[in-house]
C-alpha cells in the first residue's frame, strides 16, 4: 500500500489534482462518449460524476455521495421529508451500447436507511446519443412497486456542475434572461438573516417556463460561457406540462446543482415516463447550444400571417396616451384626434412607423364604445389614422376586452371588486390603485360567455368595417378551449382583407410557444432585457422594449433586434405624453438606430442573430452583438464605458468559415461610415474599436477573403 501511495505522489503533486487522482483510482466508474460528450458513471450508484467535451472542458465533476440523476420524494408515515436517489443506491446495472447507456436500478436507495420499504421504487434511465450527432436525448422511467406514493421526480438531475469559465463568466441563461448562479446564489448575511430552509437563504432559486409572464419564456436553458457549455431542453410544447427548474448552489464547495423539477404523484403499482430532454454540449457560446432547440421550435411553429412588412424592417413603435379617461376634467385630453398625424410624421422621422393608442375611449367595456368626445369623433379617429398610414405610419387601438369594469360585469354575470384593477391617476394618492376610484376597477372574463364572444367579434368587426384594421390586444392569453385564439383569427382574416399589412400586437402572458403564432409584436410592460436567446430562434413576434428617455436602451434595443417602444413623457406625467422632440439624446439616438438598421437591414431580417457568441472572451463595459449570413456577418459594439478604446477577441471560424483563413473586415463608425479596411488570418481575431465616446456604436462587417 505505501509503495503504491508513494508511486501516486510522484506522478502527481500533493493537492487538489492529487486528491483527485486518488478518488479515480479508488472508485468504480463505467466511463462512455456520446457524440463527443464524455460521461462517468459511478458502477455502483448509478449517478453521473463527470461530464467534459472539448472546449469548455470538464463541465461536472462530482464526488460519489454527491453526485445523482434521478432523486424522488417518498414522503412515509414517519419520515415525510425521505429521498430516495441514485446517490443512496447500491447494485445499478450499467448497459453499454454503441450509441447509448442504459442504467437500472431494481430499488432506489434511501436517503434515511432505517425506513426503506420492502417492496421497490425500480427506476431506469437511458442515455442515446442523437441523430444530429451533437445532442444525448435524457429519458426515464419509474415504476413504484412499493405500497406508499412517489410525490415528486427530480430529472435530470445534474448535480456537481463545477464553474469552468470562472465564478463570473459561467452563465445561466434562458429565453429572458442571464445570470451568474456561482456569484448570485453565494450566502450572505441578508440571506442567512432568513430562515435557512427558505429559497434564497439555502442557495436555491426556481424558474418557470411559459410566456413573458413567467421566469424563462421557453423551455430551453444553458450553462456556459465563450468557450462552451452545456444546452437542456425539454421536448414538449404547447400545452404539455411543463417543467419548473431549480438550481441549487451546494453550501460546503463551490459547485451547482441543476434540478427538473417534476411534480406529480406516481401511485403505487403505477409507472411514469419523463419523456424525452435534450443536453447539448457545445463548445463557443450559447448561439452554438441552442441549435437543436432552434430545430424543435421551428418544426412546431405554424405562423398564422407572415410579419407586416414595416414590422420586420421598423426599428419600433410609438405609444401614445391619449387621456387619463375622464373625459370632463377640462385637463384631461393629453392628445386629440387632430394631433395623430404630426405625431405619426415625427415617429417617422425617428424610424418608427407604427403608433399604440390608450385610452382613447372608456376602458373594460363591451361593446367597445365610441371614443372620448373631447378628443374628437369617431370619425375624427378614423380621418387621423387614415393620414397617418398615407405618411407611412399605421395606428393601432390598444384594446382591454378581457378584463370587465363595474358595468360590464354585471351583463356577463360578474362581481367586480372594489379594489384592486388598474385605477390610477397623477393626483391620486397612491397615483395607482387608489380605493376610492372606481374607474378600470375589473374582474377576468369566462371566455366561453357567448355574450362576450358575440360583442368581441362585432366590436372588432365594427372596427375593421370603418377602416381600423389594426389592433393591440391587451392580456392575450390563450386557453385550451381556443375561444380567444378562434376569435383572434376570425378577426385577423377580416382585417387582412382590408389591410394585409395591419397588425396584431398583445401583452403576452402565459403561452409564448402558442402565442408566437398569433403576434406581430408584443406590447409588455418592461425595459431592455438580455433576451437575445429569443430572438435568435423565433422570428416573431419581436418583442417591445419600453423607453422614455434613455439612450443607452434604445441602443442596446437596436443591437439586439428587439423592437422600441418609444414612450416619452412629461416631467410629473405619464408615459406617452410628450413629445420625442423634446428629449434631445433620445431624439439623437433614435434617428441614428433608425438609420443604421436601414443600412444593414439585411442582417436584421434574415441573418441568424448570435447575440455576443462571436466573442472568444469577455469585452467589459460593453453590449456585444452579432448577425451571420451565409456569406458574411455583422459584429456591432456599444461602448458603455467612457471615453476609450474597446478591446475585444473573436473566433471566427464556427461562425462564418474561410476556406482559405482569410477574412477582410470593414469597420464603420457610428453614422454608418466606413472608416477602416483590413485583411486578418486564422480563425482568432484579436482588435479593439478605434477610440469611442460614450454610447458610440462601431460596426464591423466580416468577409471570407483571401492574402
Given amino acids: 500500500m505505501k509503495s503504491w501511495l508513494a508511486m501516486l505522489l510522484l506522478i502527481f503533486p500533493v493537492g487538489a489534482s492529487f486528491a483527485r487522482a486518488v478518488a479515480a483510482a479508488e472508485s468504480d466508474t463505467t466511463a462512455v462518449r456520446l457524440n463527443g460528450l464524455g460521461i462517468t458513471l459511478d458502477r455502483n450508484t448509478g449517478s453521473i460524476l463527470r461530464l467534459e467535451y472539448a472546449g469548455p472542458g470538464a463541465m461536472l465533476d462530482a464526488s460519489p455521495e454527491k453526485a445523482s440523476l434521478v432523486d424522488l420524494a417518498y414522503p412515509v408515515k414517519d419520515f415525510e421529508p425521505l429521498r430516495l436517489a441514485t446517490r443512496f443506491s447500491k447494485n445499478a446495472h450499467i448497459d453499454v451500447q454503441s450509441d447509448q447507456v442504459t442504467i437500472h436500478w431494481n430499488r432506489l436507495g434511501a436517503s434515511r436507511s432505517v425506513f426503506e420499504q420492502v417492496n421497490a421504487v425500480a427506476a431506469t434511465v437511458t442515455l442515446k446519443a442523437a441523430q444530429d450527432g451533437r445532442s ?186 391619449m387621456s387619463k379617461g375622464f373625459p370632463k376634467d377640462p385637463q384631461d385630453a393629453i392628445w386629440k384626434f387632430e394631433d395623430l398625424p404630426a405625431l405619426a410624421r415625427e415617429s417617422k422621422q425617428h424610424g418608427l412607423d407604427e403608433m399604440v393608442m390608450w385610452g382613447y375611449a372608456e376602458g373594460f367595456k363591451l361593446p367597445l364604445p365610441p371614443p372620448h368626445p373631447h378628443l374628437g369623433t369617431e370619425k375624427d379617429l378614423v380621418d387621423a389614422i387614415r393620414q397617418c398610414r398615407e405618411m407611412g405610419v399605421n395606428v393601432a387601438p390598444f384594446i382591454s376586452v378581457l378584463q370587465a369594469g363595474h358595468e360590464t360585469g354585471t351583463k356577463y354575470g360578474l362581481t367586480v371588486p372594489r379594489e384592486g384593477g388598474w385605477p390610477q391617476h397623477p393626483e391620486a394618492i397612491p397615483p395607482f390603485q387608489a380605493t376610492y376610484i372606481s374607474l378600470l376597477q375589473c374582474a377576468g372574463v369566462d371566455t366561453n360567455n357567448a355574450l362576450w364572444q358575440k360583442e368581441v367579434r362585432e366590436s372588432c368587426k365594427h372596427y375593421i368595417d370603418i377602416g381600423i384594421p389594426s389592433l393591440s390586444w391587451d392580456q392575450f392569453w390563450t386557453e385550451p378551449n381556443l375561444n380567444i385564439i378562434k376569435i383572434v383569427s376570425e378577426v385577423r382574416a377580416e382585417a387582412k382583407k382590408v389591410d394585409p399589412e395591419s397588425t396584431f400586437s398583445s401583452e403576452e402572458l402565459w403561452n409564448m410557444e402558442i402565442d408566437a403564432d398569433y403576434l406581430d409584436y408584443t406590447w409588455n410592460w418592461g425595459g431592455f432585457r438580455d433576451c437575445q436567446a429569443f430572438t435568435s430562434v423565433f422570428p416573431s413576434p419581436r418583442i417591445s422594449c419600453i423607453v422614455t428617455a434613455a439612450p443607452d436602451v434604445v441602443a442596446m434595443a437596436f443591437l439586439d433586434n428587439l423592437y422600441l417602444n418609444v414612450f416619452p413623457r412629461k416631467a410629473g406625467a405619464v408615459n406617452g405624453t410628450d413629445w420625442i422632440a423634446h428629449h434631445p439624446e433620445l431624439s439623437k439616438m433614435l434617428m441614428k438606430c433608425a438609420a443604421l438598421r436601414k443600412q444593414f437591414l439585411e442582417y436584421f431580417t434574415a441573418g441568424r442573430f448570435i447575440g455576443d457568441c462571436l466573442l472568444s472572451e469577455p469585452c467589459p463595459n460593453a453590449h456585444v452583438a452579432g448577425y451571420v449570413l451565409p456569406d458574411r456577418a455583422l459584429l456591432l459594439v456599444l461602448n458603455r464605458g467612457g471615453t476609450r478604446l474597446v478591446p475585444f477577441q473573436c473566433d471566427l471560424t464556427p461562425w462564418l468559415n474561410s476556406r482559405k483563413g482569410w477574412y477582410i473586415v470593414r469597420q464603420y463608425d457610428s453614422t454608418g461610415g466606413l472608416t477602416t479596411t483590413h485583411r486578418l488570418n486564422g480563425r482568432l481575431w484579436k482588435s479593439e474599436a478605434t477610440s469611442m465616446e460614450p454610447l458610440e456604436i462601431a460596426l464591423f462587417e466580416i468577409t471570407p477573403g483571401h492574402p
Avoid at 406514493?149 to 452563465?171: K, Y
Avoid at 410544447?237 to 463551490?254: A, Q, Y
Avoid at 404523484?265 to 454540449?281: D, K, N
Fill in 136 to 321: 444525448i436525448i435524457m429519458s426515464c422511467r419509474v415504476e413504484n412497486n412499493s405500497d406508499v406514493a412517489v410525490r415528486q421526480v427530480i430529472f435530470p438531475d445534474l448535480m456537481g456542475l463545477v464553474p469552468f469559465e470562472g465564478p463570473d463568466q459561467t452563465r445561466f441563461r434562458t429565453a429572458n434572461f442571464v445570470r451568474t448562479p456561482f456569484r448570485d446564489l453565494m450566502p450572505d448575511e441578508g440571506r442567512l438573516s432568513l430562515q435557512f430552509c427558505q429559497d434564497p437563504a439555502a442557495g436555491m432559486v426556481e424558474y418557470k417556463s411559459g410566456g413573458m409572464f413567467s421566469d424563462m419564456w421557453l423551455r430551453w436553458m444553458d450553462l456556459g460561457g465563450y468557450k462552451g457549455g452545456l444546452s437542456l431542453f425539454q421536448k414538449a410544447w404547447g400545452w404539455d406540462p411543463r417543467v419548473p427548474v431549480r438550481l441549487h448552489l451546494d453550501p460546503e464547495e463551490p459547485k451547482l446543482r441543476l434540478l427538473c423539477v417534476h411534480l406529480l404523484t406516481i401511485e403505487p403499482g403505477a409507472t411514469w415516463e419523463s419523456g424525452e430532454f435534450v443536453l447539448t454540449p457545445h463548445a463557443n457560446g450559447w448561439a452554438a447550444g441552442i441549435e437543436p432547440y432552434a430545430e424543435w421550435a421551428k418544426a412546431h411553429l405554424k405562423k398564422e400571417y407572415p410579419m407586416p412588412k414595416h414590422v420586420r424592417d421598423g426599428l419600433g413603435f410609438r405609444t401614445l396616451w
